[in-house]
Every structure is written in structure tokens, then in C-alpha cells.
């Protein structure tokens, strides 16, 4: 069967439209049900963010845009190919603490995200804000839920007890190392002080990678996507490949907004990058300064992170 996907973006806010887009067929052969909302189009993506303005605009002249823009523009001197790999390596040995998936969303409490334009509110909302609207539009997509309540979690990286990483670290989109920068990257202008620039092996389009050798394959810039895919994983999450897929790459914008870098994906790659695109529109039009009540959704959420615990249970597939 083959649906079309409701792209309802607004054309003011697609950053490149350079490249051809592709993706907006869904082909379902795989094991999901594809809900409703999809099919219908439901979702209403708001036309203003929590500051009266269009989403994802980074020449807003605004003081916060100015925060933005050095956080995009430390973050595209600093992140090298070797960067990238040093912190995998050091942050995969998981050694710094031990906690619930809730109290980690509490500790979101604690943390505002520098590099979004569209919103400054502690990250505990956003994450709420997201799950509550997925579970709206697809009620039965219980994973899915899940996924939008921990996709963010990584960005405890800022916290001293995870290392107290700088934002340019932690937050942000983010892009692939070791192949050419491209253009659709915002402030792309940034990577002229880059070292990987003086490296000619990184200057091509498949750079060190071999066309189609799918993402899992590629180094991709240092953050909160990679840090909370590698705690699932390594905590030997149940959810879905889908919803691992979205933790690691929702910020990765070239690729499921502006459609660059797809020569790198294999056919898994593209089977679930349908299910990230569904998911950006709630991650980024949700963004608002209505706050979602913690503890009237709490129980909801503590009872899908003990469903994910327990033995035996399946997600809804
Ligand atoms: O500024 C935001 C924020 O850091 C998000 O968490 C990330 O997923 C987005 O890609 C980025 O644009
Ligand atoms: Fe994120
Ligand atoms: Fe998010």
C-alpha cells in the first residue's frame, strides 16, 4: 500500500529547497499501522513559535538569534571528525550516573537550550509538549509516546554531573563529519574556521563514505541525538528501530528537512526516516509557551517508561 505523507510545512520555513524531496510516499510493507493522522493530514502546524515569530528563522534580528547564531557558530569550529570520536568513545562507557527515566526529565527542569530560535522555556515542557501532541494525532502509537518523551533527554550533557559540556556540544542541529559540509546547514558560513576544512579527503560529497552505506555508517556531529541513542541502546531499550532512529537523528535537519546527504542512507534508513519526518512536526510545531500540566500527564508517561521495563510486553506494532 502506498499513502502520501501530509508535508504541511509552510514554505516560508523550509530552509533549502535546493534539493528534491523524495520522501513524501509512504510505502508500507513493513510492521506498522499507518495511523490515521498520516493518511488525513490532521495535524495543524501553528504558523508562530513561543516568541510571535515563524519557526526556525536564524536571521530574526533578535537578542535571541544572537545567542543562537554563537552557539552555530562555536559549534561548526569545534566539532572536527576526531572531536566526534573522542567524545563516542568517552561517553559510551556510560559511567557517570544511574537514574530513572523520570527523574532525568525532571532534570530538565534545570535546562534551557541555547541554540533554538523557537523556544526558552526548561526542556521538561518541550519534551511534554511534543509526547502530548504525537499522542493527540496517534493515540495508539504508544511507542512513539515514549520516543518524544526521552528524545531530548541528552541534553543533561549540560549538567556538571554529565560533564557540563558546552551548548555547542550538546544542542543544536547537526550534520555529518568527514564528507563536505553542505549548504543547507544553517550558518554554514561558520565552517571556514574548521579544520576538517584543510583536509581534501573530507571535501568530496561521499568524503570517506561509500554511497549508500547507511547512516549508522557515518560520523555524525557531537550531541544530545547520539548521547541518549547510545543510553538506549545500551540500556537494551524495546522500543522500536523507528524510535531509536528518531532519538538519533531528529536533529539531523539537512537531512529530513532539506533532503541532503540521503545518498548516504540504505533502505533501512529510508524506511525509518518516514517515521522521523512525522515525528519533526510535532518536535518543532509543538514548541509554545502553553504549558502542559507535569503532574495531571505524569502517571500517563510513568506507567509506558514501566511498560518499557517490563518483561514480555510489545509495543504496539
Ligand atoms: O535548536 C534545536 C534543538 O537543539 C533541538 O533539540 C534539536 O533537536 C534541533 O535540531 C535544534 O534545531
Ligand atoms: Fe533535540
Ligand atoms: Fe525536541
Redesign the pocket.
Known sequence: MTVCVEQSVHDSQVENKNHTDDTNELVLDGEFVVPDAVVNGDFDCPEVNAFGQTF?DYDAETERQKQVEECYRLNHIHQTYEYVKKMREEYKKLDKLEMSIWECCELLNEVV?E???DLDEPQIEHLLQTAEAIRKDYPHEDWLHLTALIH?LG?VLLLPRFGELPQWAV????HPLGCAFDESIVYHKYFKENPDMSNPAYQTKNGIYKEGCGLENVTISWG??DYMYLVAKENGTTLPDAGLFIIRY??F?PLHRSGAYKHLMNEKDTENLKWLQIFNKY?LYSKSKSRVDVEKVKPYYLSLIKKKNSDGEDWRQ
Not at 171 to 174: K, Y
Open positions: 526556525r537550550d541554540s533554538d530560535p531530548d541534553k544542542v543544536g542541529d547537526t544530545h541525538d531528529h536533529s535537519y518536535d
